[in-house]
């Protein structure tokens, strides 16, 4: 007996002991295939091919970014029914802390104005009360544009409010800060009535624009005042049978009454268009004057010289605005389009830069040229060639000899490539044919192209009409090829760095 128990506690001995030694080695397996569970961390950092790895305390961007959009955010809670539309932070009283103007709807009104209202920084209380609201002459939401200026000349800012009205008609309202001393013993005062004054609010069925003259140095130094901008507003000349002529209103500011006024009316004669062409023009369709403005447009200076380094390509079945000026070129997203008496009013926004946005008032001036205005956001104005306002010609009404810039880059040319991906046919008039390698006669890819520099640097824009590739927009580097008459291009992307290759 005791001999097999014996045996049979070496064999328990020896089971027990090859069991263990087989969990030894299958458990540190088991701990090291088995998936990481869901919230634990892993030391693996994936990078980005051309992304710059950031430390801590390297944010520059991100802190500029984060300060602009607490600048744009509501300080104090809006009332119920009330949308924000626009938001303009500044300092209005130089304590060196920004108010808020607000510009916003009223959702529980039927056809509402837009409102602005003003937010003000209370040091006692350390925080943002609203103390004062008013209704412009604007109601159309994605018009409207908000800016301040020094109108007056006295250093005094005034907010000027641009925008649209259901009639189709350019209306501008401006408010300025009332100069007398507001009591803090009046802020249960709701009523705040006396915080800013009304000086002007235009409606008219065609622009308006504020007319800036040079102040003097004395003004600028801060000794003396300075001239007061006028208005020009340009509507309809009712007493022409010519659809296109038109009368300016000018407004001047009256310091007895602290208001504008109008102070003369100049008649502007139009081109001559056969009336039933441009009625059919400026029919109150977005669409039709969007197909009419569908090309590309050169810049023509007061001199009556065309300006190829200066021009806007409008494409509206992209829905994208570009801007081509001092060697850089800039692209807006074309957001929405409102109808005026005298062509089309499109607010965009750009790109790159999506916190700057562009309102372009374009009126049809004849079958080959328009007039345009540009209303940019002034608080993020990028330094390159703002002076987009004036007659545009349309590219294939441009004649050689009235070119100012003969060196400047051609954008269009007459050729033939022939390219691993196919054979590129590149027309006088803009447009452009990629024959495929592989099925010419079946894959045919057209499209515009337009040949630019920026700086230096040489470039080619393709933009496809077929969508189903790509993004539809590709941008390549030019350089002269080995051989006689061939081109070398390599693939950049244009940022706000400019161009990265």
Known sequence: MDFRFSRIITTLVFILAGLSIIFLIVRPLDRISRPVKSGESSRTRVVLPGEAVREPGQGGQDTERMAYEDSVKPRVSLEDGELAVQILSQDFDGDSMDEQIIAYRNLLEIESPLYITYIEYEARERTYRRVWSAPTAATRPGTLSLYTMDLIGDRSLCILVNGMNGAGEHTLTIFRKNIRDISRDNSQDTSRDNYFNKIAEIRIDGSISVKETERTQAYQSGVAPGRSFSISAYGHDYGSENLLDQIEISYTYNPVNG????????????????????????????????????????????????????????????????????????????????????????????????????????????????????????????????????????????????????????????????????????????????????????????????????????????????????????????????????LSLSPVRLGSKGVIK
Do not use: C, M
């Open 259 to 486: 208001l504008y006024e109008q102070s003369g009316t100049t008649r502007v004669p139009g081109t001559q268009i056969e009336q039933h062409r441009l009625r059919e023009l400026l029919s109150g369709t977005p669409g039709v004057f969007e197909q009419f403005i569908n090309d590309l447009w050169y810049y023509v200076s007061p001199e009556g010289t065309v300006e190829r380094d200066q021009y806007i390509f409008f494409d509206p079945a992209s829905r994208e605005v570009i801007f081509f000026g001092d060697e850089t070129q800039q692209v807006f997203t074309w957001q929405n389009s409102n109808a005026t008496r005298y062509g089309l009013y499109i607010s965009s926004q750009n790109l790159s830069v999506s916190t700057l946005r562009r309102s372009i008032d374009i009126e049809l001036e004849s079958l080959d040229s328009i007039r345009v205005k540009v209303f940019e956001d002034v608080r993020l104005r990028i330094n390159v060639n703002d002076s987009w306002d004036g007659s545009y010609r349309r590219a294939g009404t441009v004649e050689k000899g009235a070119v100012k810039n003969s060196s400047a880059v051609e954008p269009f040319a007459n050729a033939v490539y022939e390219s691993p991906l196919g054979t590129l046919y590149f027309s006088r008039d803009g447009a452009f044919e990629l024959h495929s390698v592989d099925s010419p006669s079946a894959a045919v890819r057209r499209g515009h192209y337009v040949f630019f520099r920026i700086n230096s640097q040489r470039l080619l824009e393709l933009r496809f009409q077929d969508r189903a590739e790509g993004s539809g927009r590709e941008i390549y580097a030019v350089e002269d090829g080995s051989a006689e008459g061939s």
